[in-house]
């Protein structure tokens, strides 16, 4: 998808009156995306993009607009929030919020070189050390609590051997989250969904990281879990590639270097990253919402990267 929420260039007209943008010239649905409605709008004044928030709230959205804010102004490739003539970031469309942000260049790698994942891992880095000075905070809201909300939802709907599977890793990774070893991890904010169609690249050149919509304090480890889950992953066995792996946390060390911690808790939060998705991807399936243009994600992709995760051990943090 996804376009929950219907708008047309006549819905627009009046509503962008507030932003320094001119008159609305196009919009445009997006299809891919499966949390907001996004629509490619094209005005006097340039190319940008409007999202029409589905699931979050007035409340939740300044954690993430005002943390591409700052993040744009510390140096890390992001979209930039147009602010309203009050200097509001999120206003009102059609009853839901909504936002207006800078439209980035380039397009998804979606088969991606190890000098790819190398442009992922160093910008990383550099957007974990830009957050530590950001002064909002939030949880990850698709963390462990989620995880406990979601799992008794979707186990009725899974057969014996996958229940099995979810009941043991979620036993395994509550242990994990309550160990001491976890506690000491670094925290601050992170992505928490930078997969290859949340980066945007010109060529080999990447131009950057967008759909924020995700993020939370969590630990730094647990974003780089997720992110080498999906860059440098093969898609249809959920192994990983080892000049992948070794090109994204080199270069995500070499700005941001691993902890003795981080070392030691690299295998089970690999585990982490997989559980999460796979969770996330049963329970949409099992609970669909409407949409226009919904394509729910197939949950069995994360759950081939969890078994692997589980019987294989992955590289590791430093070469
Ligand atoms: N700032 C942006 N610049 C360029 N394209 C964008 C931007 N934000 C979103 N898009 C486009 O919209 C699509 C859907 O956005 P995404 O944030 O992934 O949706 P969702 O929040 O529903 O998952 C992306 O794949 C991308 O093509
Ligand atoms: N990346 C998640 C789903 C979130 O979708 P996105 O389009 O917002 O990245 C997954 O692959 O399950």
Redesign the pocket.
Known sequence: MAVFTSVSLDDVQPWIAQFPLGRALALKGIA?????SNFFLTTERGEYVLTIFENLDFEQLPFYLQLMRHLAGHGVLVPAPVPNDKGELCVALHGKPAAIVSKLEGSSELAPQPVHCAGVGAMLARMHLAGRDFPLHQPNLRGLAWWHFATPAVLPHMPEPEAALLRAEMHFQEAFHGSDLYKRLQQGPVHA?L?R??VMFDGERLTGFF?F??AGCDTWLFDVAVTVN?WCVDLDTGVLDEARVRAFLDAYHAVRPFTADEQEAWQPMLRAGALR?WL??LY?LHQPRAAEMLTP?DPT??ERILRERIATPAPGLAA
């Open positions: 891919s995306g499966i949390e907001n969904d997969f169609n949340n759909d919509y995700f999906d998705f996330s991807r949409d994600h992709h994360f």
